[in-house]
T-cell receptor
Framework: GDSVTQMEGPVTLSEEAFLTINCTYTATGYPSLFWYVQYPGEGLQLLLK?????DKGSNKGFEATYRKETTSFHLEKGSVQVSDSAVYFCALSDPGDSSYKLIFGSGTRLLVRP | EAQVTQNPRYLITVTGKKLTVTCSQN?????MSWYRQDPGLGLRQIYY???????DKGDVPEGYKVSRKEKRNFPLILESPSPNQTSLYFC??????????????FGPGTRLLVL
């Protein structure tokens, strides 16, 4: 079945450092890809998404590019802030799945120190 | 404001005592679903509903029930909770059309502890 694999956390960075969180997927169809963020004590918020190969999703300084050839959707940010500390989830949805469910990775906790 | 609400946000209960977690959305979405979040496992779908009176099992439905009598509400029922149902639960909804890449909107979560 479809699956998403994320790098293990926590990832600890100093403020203004460059961030990469790796995400790879396996899918039988042609999925849409998402990054969701969960701030401490809050629910999930959509951070960005991409629906086809070579699309780049971006929001709040974060970017991710849909790479079909490497089945990846890595999250990047050029300069992280303390307020970016959160858990980040990579997810996919398969248009052939009638349940419309999102398949999530295990999440990566990011800690940004001042 | 468009939102998905859940109640309660936190719940401590004992094994075998029936409980219901409510979920409501104000976006007129036909599709709603429940997920549970566990450390190292991400989120997994429990049940989903395509419309009123239409529900189906997700990937981890054992021990749960749902009902969908109104479009806006989708309660999750634990008839006889067990400690392995201790988890963080999220309700979600999305627009009805199967457009590619449609965003799902999540509630704030309900943290459940079963003793």
């Amino acid at each position: 079945g479809d699956s998403v694999t994320q790098m293990e956390g926590p990832v600890t960075l100093s403020e203004e450092a460059f961030l990469t969180i790796n995400c790879t997927y396996t899918a039988t169809g042609y999925p849409s890809l998402f990054w969701y963020v969960q701030y401490p004590g809050e629910g999930l918020q959509l951070l960005l998404k991409a629906t086809k190969a070579d699309d780049k999703g971006s929001n709040k300084g974060f970017e991710a590019t849909y790479r079909k050839e490497t089945t990846s959707f890595h999250l990047e940010k050029g300069s992280v802030q303390v307020s970016d500390s959160a858990v980040y989830f990579c997810a996919l949805s398969d248009p052939g799945d009638s349940s419309y469910k999102l398949i999530f990775g295990s999440g990566t906790r990011l800690l940004v120190r001042p | 404001e468009a939102q998905v609400t859940q109640n309660p946000r936190y719940l401590i209960t004992v094994t075998g005592k029936k409980l219901t977690v409510t979920c409501s959305q104000n976006m007129n979405h036909e599709y709603m679903s429940w997920y549970r979040q566990d450390p190292g496992l991400g989120l997994r779908q429990i049940y989903y509903s395509m419309n009123v009176e239409v529900t189906d099992k997700g990937d981890v439905p054992e021990g749960y029930k749902v009902s969908r009598k109104e479009k806006r509400n989708f309660p999750l029922i634990l008839e006889s909770p067990s400690p392995n149902q201790t988890s963080l639960y999220f309700c979600a909804s999305r627009p009805p059309l199967p457009r590619r890449g449609e965003t799902q909107y999540f509630g704030p979560g309900t943290r459940l502890l079963v003793l």
